[in-house]
């Protein structure tokens, strides 16, 4: 059975930094293209950033894109996602995800999900 653990986030002044962790166990990690998606209070759960099986492809949405960066480390089964210059929008539950065979930006593709982590910019 696939896990996802996300670590990292907390409150950061708006400017800052901060980097997400998310470690898959139960599976192979090299089997998953991976994705980090946002939920914002009263908004849709929304696509941040995703990266193929083998990292060399990242994706972003044009809301991160120069601010935020997603690597990942198979030996260690870990994706990470480096954001700067948070801002107040970025706020949110920040959702780790993973997908065997679907397209990457596409939530309905993702099989399997961590349980969230917040994010807070104070501004």
């Known amino acids: 059975q696939v896990q996802l653990a996300e670590s990292g986030g907390g409150l950061v002044q708006a400017g800052g930094s901060q980097r997400l962790s998310c470690v898959l166990s139960?599976?192979?990690?090299?089997?998953?293209?991976m994705a980090w998606f946002r939920q914002a209070p009263g908004k849709e759960r929304e696509f941040v950033s995703g990266?193929?099986?083998?990292?060399?492809?990242?994706y972003y949405a044009d809301f991160v894109k120069g601010r935020f960066r997603i690597t990942r480390d198979n030996a260690k089964s870990t994706v990470i996602l480096d954001m700067s210059s948070l801002q107040a929008d970025d706020t949110a539950v920040y959702y780790c995800?993973?997908?065997?065979?679907?397209?990457?930006?596409?939530?309905?593709?993702?099989?399997?999900w961590g349980q969230g982590i917040q994010v807070t910019v104070s501004s």
């Open positions: 995800a993973a997908t065997e065979y679907g397209s990457i930006q596409r939530i309905s593709a993702y099989e399997h």
């Open positions: 139960g599976r192979t990690f090299s089997d998953f293209a």
């Open positions: 990266i193929s099986w083998s990292g060399m492809d990242p």
